[in-house]
C-alpha cells in the first residue's frame, strides 16, 4: 500500500505552472498579483539605479564646471533657463532669481538672498520628489507581499483539508498537491518582498545622499552670492 501511494505521488506534476494551474480561483489570483508585484518592483528598481546613476554623473560633471573658475553668468548662459540636470537645475533656479532680484538701476531689490534661498529649496525638494518617485511602491511590497502571500498559503491549506474530507483519505497523493500549492503562494509573497525590502533600503540610501549633494551645493552657492551681495 505504501509503494503504491509513493508510486502515485511521484507521478503528480509539481512544476510551477502544474501547482498554479490546479490551485484554486482565490489562491491564483494571489499568485498573479504577487508575481505582477515583483516583476513591477523589478522595473522600478532597475529605472532607478539607471536614474540615480545618471544623476550623480550629472552632478560630478557640473561640480566641475562650477567650480572650475568660470564666471557664473557664463555658466549660466551656457547651461540655460531649463536644464537637463538635476544640480544644473538647483543652481539655474538661484541664477534665475539672483538675476531678477537686480533692479534697472543695478540694484538688488531687498531680501533677495532669502529668496534665492527659498528658490533653490524649492528646485531641492522637486528634484527629492523625483528621486522617491515608485519606492514607496518598494515599501507597500516589501511590508504586504508575506502576507497575501500568508493569505494564499491559509486558503489553499484550508481547500486541500477539505479535499481530503470529501475523499477520505489522507495518503501522500491526496495531501501533496494541495499542500504544495498553498505552500507556493507563500514562496511568491517572500519572492516579491525580498528584494523590494533590500533594494527600497538601498535605493532610499542613495536618494538621501543624492539630496544632501543637491543641498550642500545650494548652501555653497547662497554663501557665494552672499559674498557678492555683501560687497
Known amino acids: 500500500m505504501e509503494t503504491e501511494t509513493l508510486a502515485a505521488a511521484a507521478e503528480i506534476d509539481f512544476s510551477f505552472l502544474a501547482l498554479f494551474l490546479r490551485a484554486t480561483l482565490m489562491v491564483k489570483l494571489v499568485m498573479i498579483l504577487l508575481i505582477v508585484a515583483s516583476f513591477w518592483s523589478w522595473a522600478i528598481i532597475v529605472t532607478k539605479l539607471i536614474a540615480f546613476r545618471k544623476a550623480r554623473g550629472e552632478a560630478e560633471v557640473f561640480d566641475r564646471a562650477f567650480w572650475s573658475g568660470d564666471p557664473l553668468d557664463e555658466l549660466f548662459d551656457q547651461i540655460g533657463p531649463a536644464p537637463d540636470g538635476s544640480a544644473q537645475k ?10 531678477r532680484s537686480h533692479r534697472e538701476d543695478g540694484g538688488l531689490i531687498a531680501n533677495a538672498q532669502a529668496r534665492i534661498d527659498r528658490t533653490m529649496d524649492v528646485a531641492i525638494a522637486k528634484e527629492g520628489e523625483s528621486l522617491n518617485n515608485g519606492l514607496s511602491f518598494l515599501a507597500t511590497v516589501a511590508a504586504t507581499a508575506p502576507f497575501v502571500g500568508l493569505f494564499g498559503t491559509v486558503w489553499g491549506i484550508m481547500n486541500a483539508f477539505i479535499e481530503i474530507a470529501q475523499q477520505q483519505n489522507t495518503n501522500l497523493a491526496v495531501v501533496a498537491p494541495g499542500i504544495a500549492e498553498a505552500l507556493m503562494a507563500t514562496g511568491l509573497g517572500l519572492l516579491a518582498a ?15 545622499n543624492i539630496l544632501a549633494g543637491y543641498e550642500a551645493f545650494a548652501d555653497e552657492f547662497a554663501t557665494i552670492l552672499s559674498r557678492q551681495l555683501d560687497s
Request: charged share 20%; proline share 4%; aromatic share 16%.
Open 90 to 99: 538647483v543652481f539655474s533656479a538661484g541664477m534665475l532669481e539672483w538675476r
Open 194 to 208: 525580498i528584494p523590494a525590502l533590500i533594494f527600497y533600503n538601498k535605493l532610499t540610501s542613495d536618494s538621501d
